[in-house]
């Protein structure tokens, strides 16, 4: 094998470490230890709206969605409004399955497909209630906004 090769293969086995890596440690954030998050700030006494907003911050969802005016980034859809053109179903469904059906605005752009974590796979219903219950309540346009 050339040398030219090796330093391909090994350059491509690196690639494929270190991607393997980010998806490790992204699956860990967004259960283990968002799970030690929620437990500091006792979800377990929580529930309804007030569960939903703090699974929003601890879960990702913030990190990816903005929320009237509040954004870190625009990797999804700005969520200010969903709550005036999704129904609870259709909220629901883009938690547990987002593939089920693309958005089409991420920060004027496509959104791209697998990127969302399948929350259905990481959260249990009663979480999932209290998430569309925050987003039915704040994702309204910013008319009624948290704190
Ligand atoms: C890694 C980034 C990321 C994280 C974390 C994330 N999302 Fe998303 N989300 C996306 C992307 C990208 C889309 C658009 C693609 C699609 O529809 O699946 C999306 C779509 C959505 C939609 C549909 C929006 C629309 O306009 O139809 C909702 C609702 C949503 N996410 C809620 C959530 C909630 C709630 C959480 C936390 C439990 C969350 N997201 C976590 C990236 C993310």
């Known amino acids: ?3 030219r090769r090796k330093l391909l293969m090994l350059f491509a086995t690196a690639l494929v470490a270190v991607i393997g890596l980010i998806t490790l440690y992204t699956a860990f954030e967004y259960t283990l230890v968002s799970d030690v998050r929620e437990r500091i700030a006792g979800a377990q006494t929580k529930e309804g709206v007030e ?54 605005n991420c920060g004027g ?26 987003l039915s309540r704040y994702g309204r346009g910013g008319v009624e906004r948290r704190e």
């Open 1 to 3: 094998m050339s040398m």
């Open 51 to 104: 569960l939903g907003a703090l699974l929003f911050e601890t879960r990702g969802c913030s990190a990816c969605h903005t929320l009237n005016g509040i954004s870190i980034s625009s990797i999804g859809p700005d969520l200010t409004g969903i709550a005036t053109v999704a129904s609870e179903a259709q909220i629901a469904e883009s938690i547990v399955d987002p593939d089920a059906e693309i958005s089409e």
């Open 109 to 134: 752009q496509a959104c791209s497909r697998g990127l969302m974590p399948r929350f259905g796979d990481i959260l249990d219903d009663r979480e999932v209630t209290a998430l569309v219950e925050f």
